[in-house]
Every structure is written in C-alpha cells, then in structure tokens.
T-cell receptor, first 111, second 115 residues
Framework: DAKTTQPPSMDCAEGRAANLPCNHS???????VYWYRQIHSQGPQYIIH???NNETNEMASLIITEDRKSSTLILPHATLRDTAVYYC????????????FGQGTELSVKP | DGGITQSPKYLFRKEGQNVTLSCEQN?????MYWYRQDPGQGLRLIYY???????QKGDIAEGYSVSREKKESFPLTVTSAQKNPTAFYLC??????????????FGQGTRLTVV
C-alpha cells in the first residue's frame, strides 16, 4: 500500500509558485521522500528527494516538517510545461529500494 | 548517453499469447524494477531485482515472469495467465539499496494492448 496521501488535483497560475502537499505520517526513520512527475504517456521524471532537511535544486524545493510526517514540493515559478501528475513517494530501502507510488496530484498550470 | 531503454514503445498481441517486454540500461545500476500503470492510476510494482540472477515479486506479480541474466537487462514476460494485460509498462533502475538517497531512472514505457 502507498505510504503517502496527496490531493488529487490542484491549479496554479503561470508564473506563481506551486505548492504541492504530501502526507506521509507512517514514514520510518531511514526512509526518504522522493518526488517524481509524469507527463501523459511518458516515464516518470525525478524531481528531488530528502530525508529530513529541506532540499533545493534547479527544479524545485522540498520542505519536510520536523516530525517528517508531511512535506511540500515547491515549484517557484510554474510554467505551462509544469502541468503533470506529481507523485510523492516513500522509498523503502529494506525492500530493495522500491518506490511505492500513490495516486499523485494532477497539477494544472493555467495562463 | 547513459540511460534506460524500453522497447518497443507500442505492442499489440492476441489474447492467450505470451509477450516479452525489453528493458536495457547502461547506467551500471544493480537494481531494476518493473511497474504497471493503468489509466488514471499510479504505478504498481510487478517485480524487482537487486542483483544479477536474483529477483523478488512486487505487489502484482501474478501472471508475469522476469529474468536477470545480465546486469544491463531485465526483460518482463506477460504470460497468458495475466487476466488484464493491457496496460502501460514502465521499467526503472537505480543503484542498490545500500546507496541511500540516489534517484531511480525510468524508461519511456511500453504500451501493451491485448486484443
């Protein structure tokens, strides 16, 4: 079963920040939070991952709460090309490092 | 360029036939994974392999088989026992679980249609 819960859909205005929440209240101490996105009929694209510290890369920022029970992916200046399904995933390292996907959030960036 | 390649992109088969989906990677990754995606759904794990000649069942392994004879290759066979084989199949690879924190790379998928 998926270990994450996300809202099914969100809208964002082009140029504004998109904040995508994720709940992972049962995460274990050594499990990482990963974010991927998938554009229709393509393979998922890696965005960012973290353990307990906030992380930033050229695509996004990841904010993880101190208790690690939730996180937020931030796309600082959303563009139309950011329209996709975003998956928040807990990676289970004691089971071969498999990624357990939930249903994801369908983000629509509108002009 | 390094990457993970799935072929073919589209595949059609008649009901009752076995079909094998190819997945090749040149990233020198030990771990490889197969996922299935149905319309409007997330990805579900079929099989995974952490090392050559070893693999484990995922959440929906029934009706599927795999082999891992080479590090670069992890083919998936959809057998006639799989009751609903029409789906989008995705392969991924990553370093082994000891290398904590590294991302998994996905191929572009194979869309299988059984008629």
């Amino acid at each position: 079963d998926a270990k994450t819960t996300q809202p099914p859909s969100m809208d964002c205005a082009e140029g504004r920040a998109a904040n995508l929440p994720c709940n992972h209240s049962t995460i274990s101490g050594n499990e990482y939070v990963y974010w991927y996105r998938q554009i229709h009929s393509q393979g998922p694209q890696y965005i960012i991952h973290g353990l307990k510290n906030n992380e930033t890369n050229e695509m996004a920022s990841l904010i993880i709460t101190e208790d690690r029970k939730s996180s937020t992916l931030i796309l600082p200046h959303a563009t139309l090309r950011d329209t996709a399904v975003y998956y928040c995933i807990v990676r289970v390292y004691n089971q071969g490092g498999k990624l357990i996907f939930g249903q994801g959030t369908e983000l629509s960036v509108k002009p | 360029d390094g990457g993970i390649t799935q072929s073919p992109k589209y595949l059609f088969r008649k009901e009752g036939q076995n079909v094998t989906l190819s997945c090749e990677q040149n990233l020198n990754h030990d771990a490889m994974y197969w996922y299935r995606q149905d319309p409007g759904q997330g990805l579900r794990l079929i099989y995974y392999s952490q090392i050559v000649n070893d693999f484990q069942k995922g959440d929906i392994a029934e009706g599927y088989s795999v082999s891992r004879e080479k590090k670069e290759s992890f083919p998936l066979t959809v057998t006639s026992a799989q009751k609903n084989p029409t789906a989008f199949y995705l392969c991924a690879s990553s370093t082994r679980d000891r290398a904590i924190g590294t991302e998994a790379f996905f191929g572009q998928g194979t869309r299988l249609t059984v008629v």
